[in-house]
């Protein structure tokens, strides 16, 4: 996936985010499998453990079964068809969970050849407020971020000044 960039960008800003609301003593469920950022919270001093690539959508029983203190679900939800049931049955009292946002100036991105690798949501940032509320959390701090490309036309101009992603640290409450 990160074969030609690197989202350092992204990544500095999940890390501070990270660091301002988790102590390094919690244990950490990261959905998905082991990824470039897993490794750097684990090079932190985390304790991570990564789901297995089992489809969220149809099973939830790794995070209705985890004993972890913190879920995090870092550019995760965007390709689940029901995050909603994933986050319902989530028993970690906290939440850090990022997506990228929805830009009205371009489709939802969709890889031709990795059907894991496919936005069937782009939220904006009141879809997920909404969702995380109707799933029983409170959110209790949040950030947005823009992530400029280095190349010429409307689009790269447009990403310099529209938001692109969206971190939320929230608390379960009920």
């Given at each position: 996936?990160?074969?030609?960039?690197?989202?350092?960008?992204?990544?500095?800003?999940?890390?501070?985010?990270?660091?301002k609301?988790?102590?390094?003593?919690?244990?950490?469920?990261?959905?998905?499998?082991e990824?470039?950022?897993?490794?750097?919270?684990?090079n932190?001093?985390?304790?991570?453990?990564?789901?297995?690539?089992?489809?969220?959508?149809l099973?939830?029983?790794v995070?209705?079964?985890?004993?972890?203190?913190?879920?995090?679900?870092?550019?995760?939800?965007?390709?689940?068809?029901?995050?909603?049931?994933?986050?319902?049955?989530?028993?970690?009292?906290?939440?850090?969970?990022?997506?990228?946002m929805?830009?009205?100036?371009?489709?939802?991105?969709?890889?031709?050849?990795?059907?894991?690798?496919?936005?069937?949501?782009e939220?904006?940032?009141?879809?997920?407020?909404?969702?995380?509320?109707?799933?029983?959390?409170?959110?209790?701090?949040?950030?947005?971020?823009?992530?400029?490309?280095?190349?010429v036309?409307?689009?790269?101009?447009?990403?310099?000044?529209?938001?692109?992603?969206?971190?939320?640290?929230?608390?379960?409450?009920?």
């Amino acid at each position: 996936m990160y074969e030609k960039t690197f989202p350092n960008k992204r990544f500095q800003h999940t890390l501070t985010f990270l660091n301002k609301h988790v102590q390094k003593s919690e244990r950490i469920l990261d959905l998905g499998v082991e990824n470039p950022f897993s490794k750097i919270m684990k090079n932190e001093g985390y304790s991570v453990q990564n789901t297995t690539g089992e489809d969220l959508d149809l099973d939830q029983s790794v995070v209705a079964n985890t004993t972890t203190e913190v879920v995090t679900a870092l550019e995760i939800f965007e390709h689940l068809l029901n995050p909603y049931t994933v986050l319902s049955q989530i028993k970690a009292k906290k939440l850090i969970i990022s997506i990228p946002m929805r830009l009205w100036f371009a489709a939802a991105y969709r890889s031709k050849t990795d059907p894991w690798d496919r936005h069937y949501h782009e939220f904006e940032d009141w879809q997920l407020d909404w969702l995380l509320q109707k799933t029983g959390w409170k959110i209790i701090d949040r950030q947005k971020w823009t992530n400029p490309v280095k190349k010429v036309g409307l689009r790269p101009l447009l990403r310099y000044f529209t938001n692109r992603y969206y971190i939320v640290y929230a608390e379960k409450i009920h």
